[in-house]
């Protein structure tokens, strides 16, 4: 192989390797932005379990009262006792 032919060579394995790394740039990117968007897809249906489970707790207190500050007199004698 002569140098010329060498150079070439070279050049083309350059190419070669930089198309390949074009590729798998864009496929990286790609999934990125897929798994980012699944991520806010899931946080955003968290948020809504969240905020219908505080309005059910709301609902729950304001229909019984009484029976909300009963369990809530004895989570906190049961933590009291649970720290001495």
Same mark, same amino acid.
């Given at each position: ?24 740039? *864009? ?6 932005? *897929? ?8 946080? *955003? ?22 029976? *909300? ?16």
């Amino acid at each position: 192989m002569t140098t010329p032919d060498a150079g070439k060579k070279a050049e083309e394995l350059i190419d070669e390797g930089a198309a390949r790394a074009k590729e798998v740039v *864009s496929t990286v990117s790609q999934k990125a932005a *897929s798994t980012r968007a699944k991520a806010e897809e899931a946080l *955003s249906d968290g948020q809504d379990i969240v905020e219908n489970a505080l309005v059910c707790a709301k609902d729950m207190v304001r229909a019984n009262p009484i029976a *909300s500050l009963a369990v809530v007199a004895a989570v906190a004698y049961l933590c009291g006792r649970l720290r001495s």
